[in-house]
């Protein structure tokens, strides 16, 4: 192929391969259209703001024009996308002739993908293989004509293909409240790196938390709300029956908790009036963010709740925080639990979440577990990397250290925690203890609801 020539490129070793470099891939398509037989089968990572006039995607519906079998699956990182550009994207390719579906990425178990599996590929008359690769640090496309290599893409591809939707359902609706993780998990990552300077994770600096944490949510590899969709979703229904409830989320890691606010007051209609506190300006920022991009206020506090400046008194209806007391040790738990009391007006209520300590913790190997961590973390960033701008080898080190750094303070057994809350005023609405899949291994959290006696 003149593309070959143009890049300097040859065929190189029995398996028929080479490599080129990314800026290639115009040239690649325009130059290997024309030899197409009979069929294309591509794997495109649909970004979050779709281009349906994308040169590429040109070329390739050309192809389905001249009466060639053109299919697409496109991968959603999440169902957060636009229906509009959705429906662009069918409808061009579909007035071309092309096949289209799409695959949502969390609707793929990991323990049933490899990582190879989710890059973007092109499948020519299933003797030519071009597949998303990075060598020797150099984003590019690997090219290959190697039988073996080319029969797993295809069987790969297939089963993908049978898993995909002709038409996806993209709303933030149901009980995994999927979020435009890809999007800002880079984005953390960046601001991590200027705005952190401190928070009730690690009171020097938190950029190596914070500038980790979505990418190892959109891994499903630490404690977030989804981890407990369906009480938080229960337990804001049961409270949202007063016209618009003032609501404090008090410490979060993100906007996760946040979402399910903006869910909750989407579909009541109401104004937002939900304010959000934290030492750290990064997760405000993250608040801020995801609010304004669905057009809505919401007030951010950069403050601690054990020394409140702007937290009056009587203030909330609802205060709402998930796995934040293990943050402080037991005697600083109580001082924020009387903190909430304080800040909740009469019949107020606090909903949260409490890691429950377990009896193997005391015989863990630590180092092991963090190197585990970050190797687990490292593979499932294979699986992610056509969304992500950083590499799976510096997740690894973000994991890792994620993993050695991080800690919990026991708060004791279930009964304890709810006895402490007692002890403050707070009587016990709702509790339930559940396990979930856990960070370094599964573990167990009390679920708790508490209210703030009435007048």
């Known amino acids: 192929m003149?593309?070959?020539?143009?890049?300097?490129?040859?065929?190189?070793?029995?398996?028929?391969?080479?490599?080129?470099?990314?800026?290639?891939?115009?040239?690649?398509?325009?130059?290997?259209?024309?030899?197409?037989?009979n069929h294309v089968q591509q794997i495109v990572a649909l970004p979050e703001v779709p281009d349906p006039d994308d040169y590429i995607d040109m070329v390739w519906r050309s192809v389905a024009l001249d009466g060639k079998l053109v299919r697409r699956l496109y991968l959603l990182p999440n169902r957060a996308l636009s229906q509009q550009a959705i429906d662009r994207i069918r409808a061009a390719d579909?007035?071309?002739?092309?096949?289209?579906?799409?695959?949502?990425?969390?609707?793929?178990p990991f323990a049933a993908s490899t990582p190879q599996a989710f890059r973007r590929t092109w499948l020519i008359d299933d003797s030519t293989l071009i597949?998303?690769?990075?060598?020797?640090?150099?984003?590019?496309?690997?090219?290959?004509?190697?039988?073996s290599e080319v029969s797993e893409a295809v069987s790969r591809w297939r089963a993908l293909w049978n898993l995909g939707l002709e038409s996806p359902r993209?709303?933030?609706?149901?009980?995994?409240?999927?979020?435009?993780?890809?999007?800002?998990?880079?984005?953390?990552?960046?601001?991590?790196?200027?705005?952190?300077?401190?928070?009730?994770?690690?009171?020097?600096?938190c950029e190596w938390y914070h500038a980790a944490w979505q990418y190892l949510r959109v891994f499903?590899?630490?404690?977030?709300?989804?981890?407990?969709?369906?009480?938080?979703?229960?337990?804001?229904?049961?409270?949202?029956?007063?016209?618009?409830?003032?609501?404090?989320?008090?410490?979060?890691?993100?906007?996760?908790?946040?979402?399910?606010?903006?869910?909750?007051?989407?579909?009541?209609?109401?104004?937002?009036?939900?304010?959000?506190?934290?030492?750290?300006?990064?997760?405000?920022?993250?608040?801020?963010?995801?609010a304004n991009r669905l057009g809505l206020g919401v007030m951010t506090l950069e403050d601690d709740v054990l020394n409140p400046t702007a937290m009056m008194e009587e203030n909330f209806d609802i205060i709402a925080t998930d796995a934040f007391l293990t943050r402080f040790t037991r005697r600083?738990?109580?001082?924020?639990?009387?903190?909430?009391?304080?800040?909740?007006?009469?019949?107020?209520v606090v909903i949260t979440t409490v890691r429950l300590p377990r009896s193997e913790e005391d015989?863990?190997?630590?180092?092991?577990?963090?190197?585990?961590?970050?190797?687990?973390?490292?593979?499932?960033?294979?699986?992610?990397?056509?969304?992500?701008?950083?590499?799976?080898?510096?997740?690894?080190?973000?994991a890792e250290t994620y993993a050695r750094r991080m800690h919990?303070?026991?708060?004791?057994?279930?009964?304890?925690?709810?006895?402490?809350?007692?002890a403050v005023g707070f009587s016990i609405v709702h509790s339930e203890t559940a396990d979930v899949p856990g960070e370094l291994m599964p573990a167990r959290y009390l679920r708790v609801i508490a209210a703030k006696e009435s007048e």
């Open 220 to 290: 499903d590899m630490v404690s977030t709300p989804t981890w407990h969709s369906e009480f938080y979703q229960e337990a804001f229904n049961s409270y949202y029956e007063k016209e618009r409830p003032d609501l404090l989320i008090c410490g979060t890691a993100d906007y996760s908790l946040l979402s399910y606010v903006i869910s909750k007051r989407s579909r009541t209609k109401d104004a937002l009036g939900t304010t959000v506190l934290d030492r750290c300006p990064t997760p405000l920022f993250a608040c801020r963010w995801y």
């Open 131 to 147: 597949v998303e690769t990075v060598l020797n640090g150099l984003d590019g496309w690997r090219v290959t004509a190697g039988e």
């Open 2 to 37: 003149a593309v070959l020539d143009a890049y300097r490129a040859r065929w190189s070793g029995t398996d028929r391969a080479v490599f080129l470099p990314a800026q290639a891939m115009p040239d690649l398509a325009r130059s290997i259209a024309p030899l197409v037989g």
């Open 170 to 205: 993209t709303d933030m609706d149901g009980p995994n409240l999927e979020e435009p993780l890809t999007h800002s998990a880079d984005l953390m990552n960046e601001v991590a790196h200027v705005l952190c300077t401190g928070s009730y994770i690690d009171r020097s600096s």
């Open 363 to 398: 015989s863990r190997d630590e180092v092991a577990e963090a190197s585990a961590f970050a190797h687990r973390a490292r593979r499932r960033a294979e699986k992610w990397r056509s969304f992500l701008k950083v590499e799976p080898r510096e997740i690894y080190r973000m």
């Open 332 to 348: 600083d738990s109580r001082r924020v639990k009387a903190a909430w009391y304080a800040a909740l007006k009469p019949g107020g």
């Open 94 to 108: 579909q007035s071309s002739g092309a096949e289209t579906r799409f695959l949502p990425m969390n609707d793929v």
């Open 408 to 422: 919990s303070h026991d708060q004791g057994a279930a009964d304890a925690i709810l006895s402490d809350f007692g």
